[in-house]
């Protein structure tokens, strides 16, 4: 792994280079694993992350129900194991996990534990250590729960939370014994600077997941009119931030859907050992077969093992 001085010394070095340094070190085997997301509860969120369309502050497009029903819930996940998909996550809008989500959410990873053999994951919000402890016990795995960006330009994306509210949250679940996924979003007006911060953090969390998302811009939200990273720096920040990870699996998501195979395709081999597949929160995705067929003609396998509710 480097050093955050040793990726700043990256950002002017060639490209080729950045990226050729990156694949000697990534995903030896060309093994993927797949995981896929349901947006359980959308709509109406107390916090005014500037990127997010969920958000009650802004006036957007997106989406507004309460928590769905478990058999909405089940038939994704049993048409995304059918698929070959490794890991399913539930998420859910808010600040803090509410009392009586936690208490439906218990509910319904007992009962997926015992139809399916997923992993199941959480993206649900700020947890304590209790609530993880049981969430856990019910089947899941691994909480998921993003820092999005550097401690010092947090401020400038969310003021209803702090960076270490979410920190907070990320060392609640690893108490409960939980595994973690942790990342962050490119492209939100951040520095170089902020970007390697934010790793430096999730390197300090020791987490077995690392998320990469990238902006994508949308009306009615503050960053509507933020410009769209170029493929060249996309493929940079995700080079620099393998080598700084080194074998911590790093995680292709949000934004792909915009993006050519060929670029796609160099960014699995540049840092990519998992890849989120089918839609996102309020953006459709690609279609799972033709995922699928890309990235095995891209001469990846994906990863198969069952995951069960006690893993």
């Given at each position: 792994m480097i050093t955050k001085k040793q990726a700043q010394d990256l950002v002017n070095a060639p490209l080729q280079e950045v990226l050729n340094a990156a694949s000697e070190i990534n995903n030896p085997n060309k093994e993927l694993e797949l995981c896929a997301i349901i947006n359980a509860k959308s709509g109406g969120c107390s916090e005014n992350c500037s990127f997010c369309t969920q958000s009650a502050f802004f006036k957007t497009e997106a989406p507004k129900y309460p928590i769905l029903p478990y058999d909405k819930v089940e038939q994704g996940a049993k048409f995304m194991e059918a698929a070959g998909v490794h890991r399913y996550c539930l998420v859910m809008q808010g600040g803090r996990l509410r009392k009586a989500d936690e208490n439906t959410l218990v509910d319904y990873y007992e009962q997926l534990s015992e139809s399916t053999n997923m992993s199941y994951c959480s993206s649900v919000g700020m947890i304590d250590r209790n609530q993880g402890e049981r969430l856990k016990k019910a089947g899941l795995t691994r909480y998921h729960h993003n820092l999005e960006t550097s401690a010092e330009f947090y401020p400038k994306i969310c003021t209803t939370h702090?960076?270490?509210?979410?920190?907070?949250?990320?060392?609640?679940?690893?108490?409960?014994?939980?595994?973690?996924?942790?990342?962050?979003?490119?492209?939100?007006?951040?520095?170089?600077?902020?970007?390697?911060?934010?790793?430096?953090?999730?390197?300090?969390?020791?987490?077995?997941?690392?998320?990469?998302?990238?902006?994508?811009?949308?009306?009615?939200?503050?960053?509507?009119?933020?410009?769209?990273?170029?493929?060249?720096?996309?493929?940079?920040?995700?080079?620099?931030?393998?080598?700084?990870?080194?074998?911590?699996?790093?995680?292709?998501?949000?934004g792909r859907q915009a993006l050519s195979y060929d670029f796609q395709r160099q960014a699995l081999e540049a840092g990519f050992s998992a890849v989120m597949v089918g839609d996102y929160l309020t953006l459709k995705g690609n279609r799972l077969e033709e995922d699928v067929a890309f990235m095995k003609g891209a001469g990846y396998t994906m990863k198969m093992e069952g995951g069960g509710g006690n893993s």
């Amino acid at each position: 792994m480097i050093t955050k001085k040793q990726a700043q010394d990256l950002v002017n070095a060639p490209l080729q280079e950045v990226l050729n340094a990156a694949s000697e070190i990534n995903n030896p085997n060309k093994e993927l694993e797949l995981c896929a997301i349901i947006n359980a509860k959308s709509g109406g969120c107390s916090e005014n992350c500037s990127f997010c369309t969920q958000s009650a502050f802004f006036k957007t497009e997106a989406p507004k129900y309460p928590i769905l029903p478990y058999d909405k819930v089940e038939q994704g996940a049993k048409f995304m194991e059918a698929a070959g998909v490794h890991r399913y996550c539930l998420v859910m809008q808010g600040g803090r996990l509410r009392k009586a989500d936690e208490n439906t959410l218990v509910d319904y990873y007992e009962q997926l534990s015992e139809s399916t053999n997923m992993s199941y994951c959480s993206s649900v919000g700020m947890i304590d250590r209790n609530q993880g402890e049981r969430l856990k016990k019910a089947g899941l795995t691994r909480y998921h729960h993003n820092l999005e960006t550097s401690a010092e330009f947090y401020p400038k994306i969310c003021t209803t939370h702090t960076h270490q509210d979410r920190i907070n949250a990320i060392v609640a679940a690893k108490e409960a014994g939980l595994e973690i996924c942790s990342g962050g979003i490119v492209g939100l007006g951040e520095s170089w600077n902020d970007r390697f911060s934010m790793i430096d953090d999730i390197r300090n969390l020791e987490v077995e997941s690392v998320t990469f998302n990238i902006l994508n811009p949308m009306p009615g939200t503050p960053m509507a009119g933020n410009r769209r990273l170029g493929e060249d720096e996309l493929l940079r920040a995700i080079s620099i931030f393998k080598l700084m990870l080194g074998k911590t699996s790093l995680r292709f998501c949000a934004g792909r859907q915009a993006l050519s195979y060929d670029f796609q395709r160099q960014a699995l081999e540049a840092g990519f050992s998992a890849v989120m597949v089918g839609d996102y929160l309020t953006l459709k995705g690609n279609r799972l077969e033709e995922d699928v067929a890309f990235m095995k003609g891209a001469g990846y396998t994906m990863k198969m093992e069952g995951g069960g509710g006690n893993s």
